[in-house]
């Protein structure tokens, strides 16, 4: 069949497409890229620290996140803001592409004692699907700015399913002037790639979460390597309320 876009669904899927085979960091196609990325633990990557985020850690420890409830941790990773969370209360799941972030992560939970329900696949696919909000809080550290401008819709009909009313989104992602593309949502469709992520200013973060009450935006802090949080400058971080 030729014609074949009926849906919403039909027109991300065809723009998935546009995209070179190796830009595909986002569908569950991906999900080998991120396994080879995740193989050596070695490798010296800022987030792959068993840290949480300093601004997650501060939403909570000053209250602006209510403790105990639901939480959906979003691309996960090895897991080490999933296993503060659940180390304060919450009840946590938490989603990644990567089933060797997932092993990571899930004997980090085994040595910590820390109880996560652990999901693999695409958040914005079955898996993502398959969750059962609603969530208390949905924090995200650095899967937001690995999607392509088309991919916000489905992130936002996520959030619009998934979170609670009163509900939070924490997030963090790459800051213009700090790291990630500059360059205008168009032009990643003509050079079918992403450039490593997208760079976001804080006025589109504010439009494209215009929906959400902003509770707090800042650039991350810079945390030194002794403290027992991550926090990095070329970040932004970000707490919105439904």
């Not at 792959?48 to 209510?66: C, I, M, N, T």
């Not at 200013?201 to 439009?207: H, S």
Request: proline share 5%; net charge negative.
């Amino acid at each position: 069949m030729h014609r074949n876009i009926r849906t919403v669904e039909d027109v991300l899927r065809l723009m998935d497409e546009l995209f070179a085979p190796e830009a595909d960091r986002w569908t569950a196609d991906g999900a080998g890229w991120w396994d080879g990325f995740y193989a050596d633990r070695s490798k010296p990557v800022p987030f792959f620290v068993a840290k949480p985020d300093e601004s997650l850690a501060a939403h909570v420890e000053r209250g602006l996140v209510p403790s105990g409830g639901r939480v959906l941790d979003l691309g996960c990773g090895p897991g080490r803001n999933a296993l503060y969370l659940a180390s304060r209360g919450f009840r946590v799941d938490a989603i990644d592409l990567s089933s060797s972030a997932l092993e990571w992560a899930a004997e980090r939970a085994r040595e910590s004692g820390a109880e996560v329900r652990f999901v693999c696949g695409d958040a914005f696919g079955e898996a993502g699907a398959a969750l059962e909000g609603p969530y208390d809080l949905i924090h995200d550290s650095g899967c937001f700015h690995h999607l392509p401008p088309h991919r916000r819709v489905s992130y936002l009909a996520l959030l619009g399913r998934l979170l609670a009313p009163g509900g939070h989104l924490s997030m963090t992602c790459f800051a213009a002037g700090g790291m990630g593309s500059e360059l205008p949502d168009a032009a990643f469709y003509r050079e079918a790639g992403l450039q490593g992520g997208l760079a976001y200013t804080a006025e589109e973060l504010r439009w494209i979460f215009g929906e959400l009450t902003e509770v707090e935006l800042r650039r991350m802090t810079d945390e030194p390597d002794d403290s027992a949080r991550f926090g990095e400058p070329f970040l932004w971080t970000a707490l919105f309320r439904r």
